[in-house]
Nanobody, 124 residues
Framework: QVQLRESGGGLVQTGGSLRLSCAAS????????MGWFRQAPGKEREFVAA????????RYADSVKGRFTISRDNAGNTVYLQMNSLKPEDTAVYYC?????????????????WGQGTQVTVSS
């Protein structure tokens, strides 16, 4: 497992942008598939985006396609989530996650390391 720490959350108006960062500890970061999930109040945690170990393969939830971009810097042990054209329904706690395999997947249960989350609030 790796230790993960998210940052970059905050309050933004509808249509605004934020970039989330997830710093990972450990030597095995570059071999792991990484994902972003989110959880809104009263709702289950849901998939947002994922990226393979190389960064070549990415996957997105339909609700964020064309607005969010996931990327990674293996040299810096960091994964990012660029969020543009934010909507009030994007309001949630956003979590970074790592899985023991290199492939990007959408299933929450595929991930075994989680950060503590960062709050994103989009005002209307």
């Amino acid at each position: 497992q790796v230790q993960l720490r998210e940052s970059g959350g905050g309050l933004v108006q509808t249509g605004g942008s934020l970039r989330l960062s997830c710093a990972a500890s450990g030597r095995t970061f570059s071999s792991k598939g990484m994902g972003w999930f989110r959880q809104a109040p009263g709702k289950e945690r849901e998939f947002v985006a994922a990226i393979s170990w190389s960064g070549i393969s990415t996957r997105y939830a339909d609700s964020v396609k064309g607005r969010f971009t996931i990327s990674r810097d293996n040299a810096g042990n960091t994964v990012y989530l660029q969020m543009n054209s934010l909507k009030p329904e994007d309001t949630a706690v956003y979590y970074c996650a790592a899985r023991p395999s290199a492939i990007a997947t959408t299933l929450l249960d595929d991930y075994d390391s989680w950060g503590q989350g960062t709050q994103v609030t989009v005002s209307s």
